[in-house]
């Protein structure tokens, strides 16, 4: 394994790379790697630990090299907006794909709870200061865990809080409403008794993307609460039935991308 990381956005934001070590010239079949740009909660307040190292374990062990962001959170949301950063890293990811052993055209965004937000963000808006900017920001496919989608009914308040400054902006930031038929497939995941961001913020996805006809694989799990990451011992969760669920998303994400391990 390798570790490296590059600067995105004016503040301190980061991206940590996870990636495998070359296979050119010794397995050329498997030369480049699909990606993910992973994206860990915490409400637009902190970035949760718990979503960061050992999801990206999770994943780096299927043979995908993986892109931890480091995010601008809080007060620094100010200096510079995250879905900026965001859409930084996956232009960047896509421009040395070359160097970091990544297929371009298999660059996924996984992105749980504020995170899951911020990766829907970069997924689904066609604002015209964001695709002007980094006109190849827009991910291959979509991994959302209990995230946050929408602002109405059903809002994660405290997420909305601190990303937005006017009510014009937090309905523009309701990411129901931007799904259309160029939207990529999507795995979707959450908890039904989720206190936190209700459940009815997938539901609500998981709709309209069946109004566009976009594929989709959505799991509803009964129990998990949130924040549950990878349901292990190692983030302080233990929760055997949801645990399968990094197993079930990589083997969907390597299917879409006809990629064999």
Known sequence: MKIEQFKVGPADGKVICYLHDSLVGVCETNALRPAILLIAGGGYEHISPRESDPVAMKFFAHGINVFLLKYSCAEK??????????????????????????????VAILGFSAGGHLALSVAALSDEAILSAYPDCRPNAALLIYPVVTSGEFAHTGSFDY????????????????????????????????????????????????????????????????????????????????????????????????YTE
């Open 77 to 106: 949301i100010k200096i510079s907006k995250p879905i900026f950063e965001a859409a930084e890293a996956m232009c960047t990811i896509r421009k040395r794909a070359k160097e970091f052993c990544v297929d371009e055209n298999q």
């Open 163 to 258: 990303l937005c400054e006017s009510e014009e902006e937090r309905a523009f930031y309701s990411l129901e409403n931007h799904i259309d038929e160029k939207m990529m497939p999507v795995f979707l995941l959450h908890a039904a008794n989720d206190p936190s961001v209700p459940v009815e913020n997938s539901l609500l996805l998981a709709s309209a993307l069946s109004r566009n006809k976009i594929p989709f694989e959505m799991h509803i799990y009964p129990e998990g609460g949130h924040g549950f990451a990878t349901a292990t011992k190692e983030v302080g969760v233990r929760i055997s039935y949801n645990r399968e669920w990094t197993e079930l998303a990589a083997r969907w994400l390597l299917t879409l991308f006809e």
